[in-house]
């Protein structure tokens, strides 16, 4: 039997048009470890115990078995549509003409649903990797950042507002000087912003960025990510539940420092979507929220364990010439091209 935590517990925060969506979701990237029939149970479990938010995407090769699960338990009256708030994105691979709509039109069919609530551009290049590739993999069609081709990929995220397959857009793994050179452009603003966020990646900056700009931050890999795919790890990467100020608030208040991050992310206010197969983390990450909040002093000991530490460096998306990961990320200003 499925513990089930009450809707009138889990705090909501708001787009900037008003409407609320839950403090929390859930992830359903399997890090190349977890299938997709794994995932979809766990995206059954969760529904179940109360999560209302689902991040999606087709690059992460389980929408036709959670879309199974999203019928089912529409049909079994557990939930109904309205009552989640389901994303999916764009894989890198179909930013070209018509691509975007092309691609959308599949995550619906199979995620079974005639509307997402929100569409993301996945990452803002045309640069693909193969699911499940090592980190030394390259591309050598890539390339780097390019207003008129994001504008590209963004202007049929604006279609599918029109005819109605979605009803909010976004952007994810973006940075200011992206932000900076796109955002007079859009005919519709971005609704929320995905971007890594966890206690040794505070990105502050841009996380300011987007909340005076409207844009509600969606912090992905919220517990810092500890079974992310082989690709992702590099020497001098920090775990996060070692962080002092982490350690110290899982001890005091007797929960496991994974939970401790997800306080620390619903405090500051943006929304975490951890992921996990597992029943007893499913619940604790979904109570971190709704009880024993941190204190002031511990979010002031949190707010210390940043360590600038990027987990998904996206190397896999460099172009020819590039020099290193940090061209993806603009990190002196201005756009690498
Ligand atoms: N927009 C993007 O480019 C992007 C990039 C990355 C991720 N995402 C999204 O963000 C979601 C979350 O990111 P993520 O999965 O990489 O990282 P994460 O949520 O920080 O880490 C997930 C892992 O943390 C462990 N965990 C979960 N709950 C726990 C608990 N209560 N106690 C102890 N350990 C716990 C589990 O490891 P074990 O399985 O080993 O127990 C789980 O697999 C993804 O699923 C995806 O939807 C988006």
Redesign the pocket.
């Known amino acids: 039997m499925i513990e089930t935590i009450s809707q009138d517990r889990i705090p909501r925060r708001k787009l900037s048009d008003g409407t609320q969506i839950p403090c929390i979701g859930l992830?359903?990237?399997g890090?190349d470890?977890?299938g997709a029939d794994q995932i979809a149970a766990a995206v059954d479990a969760a529904v179940r115990m109360g999560y209302r938010l689902i991040?999606c995407?087709s690059v992460?090769q389980d929408e036709p078995q959670i879309g199974r699960v999203f019928h089912a338990l529409f049909s079994e009256g557990v939930v109904r549509r309205e009552d989640l708030f389901i994303t999916s994105?764009v894989w890198n691979d179909r930013h070209g003409p018509g691509q975007v709509l092309a691609s959308c039109e599949q995550s619906l069919r199979d995620l079974e649903l005639s509307q997402l609530d929100l569409y993301?551009v996945?990452?803002p290049f045309p640069n693909y990797h193969a699911p499940g590739c090592s980190g030394d993999s390259r591309n050598p069609d890539s390339r780097p950042f390019h207003v008129d081709e994001f504008m590209t990929a963004w202007r049929q995220c604006e279609q599918l507002v029109d005819e109605g397959k979605t009803r909010y857009i976004g952007m994810?793994?973006m940075t200011i000087p992206k932000l900076e050179a796109v955002l007079p452009l859009c005919r519709i603003h971005p609704a929320a912003l995905?971007m890594?966020l966890?206690p040794s990646f505070q990105q502050p900056e841009l996380y300011d960025y987007a909340v005076r700009h409207g844009i509600l931050p969606i912090g992905?890999?919220?517990?810092?990510?500890?079974?992310?795919p082989a690709r992702d790890h590099a020497a001098g990467d920090v775990s996060d539940f070692e962080l002092p100020g982490v350690a110290a608030a899982a001890k005091a208040h007797g929960v496991?420092p994974?939970?401790i991050c997800l306080k620390w992310a619903v405090s500051r206010g943006q929304i975490p979507?951890?992921?996990?197969?597992?029943e007893p983390?499913l619940l604790?990450?979904l109570r971190a929220v709704t009880e024993d909040p941190l204190t002031e002093a511990e979010k002031k000991a949190i707010a210390q364990d940043d360590r600038n530490c990027r987990l998904?460096k996206g190397q896999v998306f460099l172009w020819p010439g590039a020099t290193d990961w940090r061209d993806l990320w603009d990190e002196d200003g201005t756009i690498v091209q």
């Open positions: 992830g359903t990237f890090s470890k977890y991040d995407a992460y994105k993301f996945h990452w994810s793994n995905e890594e966890h992905f890999c919220p517990m810092g990510s500890p079974s992310r496991h994974a939970v979507i951890p992921f996990s197969v597992k983390q604790s990450n998904v």
